[in-house]
């Protein structure tokens, strides 16, 4: 998938326990983005990344944290996960600001919080 | 309030025939815009874009048509076909600089395409 990786790609959690979130990407791209995907709601950026330790916070980033100590992993982290966190996330890279290919998606990590 | 609006969650349409998707935009800064295309368990996929300074981009079966002065833009699939059938992401991005050129996606259009 272009060198993109999501992990875990399913995961069940009880309410208030720290769930982490793993992005790997192999194509040494400097972009990193997390975003949700919620009926209604579409696709809706969390945070994102344009550097080593380089992070900002997205649209709805609320809840969530994130990390990226080396350029190919991009971490987000629940640290106490709530029945709203129950999504779709999505990672996303791209080579560069304003890319006119956009961005490339990994497959998606369905995380269920009961 | 949101700067990327598909309005219609649904289309349906036969094979063989035109789908049309629409976008509207609020954001006269925005520089880019692109469609994605989802299939159920699959991350998006980049499927054709076009810049603000063109009103149309063709590639095969898809065109994109941009009318700025509306802030508006369409998706065409001619003919359509029935692995045509997705979620259709529209995207907005803004010019070069800070954060601006972060992608801002609409909700999404379900296209089936019935055979």
């Known amino acids: 998938d272009a060198g993109i990786t999501q992990s875990p790609r399913h995961k069940v959690t009880e309410t208030g326990t720290p769930v982490t979130l793993r992005c790997h990407q192999t194509e040494n791209h400097r972009y990193m983005y997390w975003y949700r995907q919620d009926p209604g709601h579409g696709l809706r950026l969390i945070h994102y990344?344009?550097?080593?330790?380089?992070?900002d916070k997205g649209e709805v980033s609320d809840g969530y944290s994130v990390s990226r100590s080396k350029t190919e992993d991009f971490l987000l982290t629940l640290e106490s996960a709530t029945s709203s966190q129950t999504s779709v996330y999505f990672c996303?890279?791209?080579?560069?600001?304003?890319?006119?290919?956009?961005?490339?998606f990994g497959s998606g990590t369905r995380l269920t919080v009961v | 309030d949101q700067q990327v609006k598909q309005n219609s969650p649904s289309l349906s349409v036969q094979e063989g025939r035109i789908s049309i998707l629409n976008c509207d935009y609020t954001n006269s800064m925005f520089d880019y815009f692109l469609w994605y295309k989802k299939y159920p368990a699959e991350g998006p996929t980049f499927l054709i874009s076009?810049?603000?300074?063109?009103d149309k981009n063709e590639d095969g079966r898809f065109t994109v048509f941009l009318n700025k002065s509306a802030k508006h833009l369409s998706l065409h699939i001619v003919p359509s076909q029935p692995g045509d059938s997705a979620v259709y992401f529209c995207a907005a991005q803004g010019r070069g600089g800070g954060s601006n050129y972060k992608l801002t996606f609409g909700k999404g259009t379900l296209l089936t395409v019935n055979p």
């Open positions: 996303a890279i791209s080579e560069k600001a304003g890319d006119n290919y956009g961005y490339t």
């Open positions: 990344s344009y550097g080593v330790k380089d992070t």
């Open positions: 076009i810049s603000s300074i063109k």
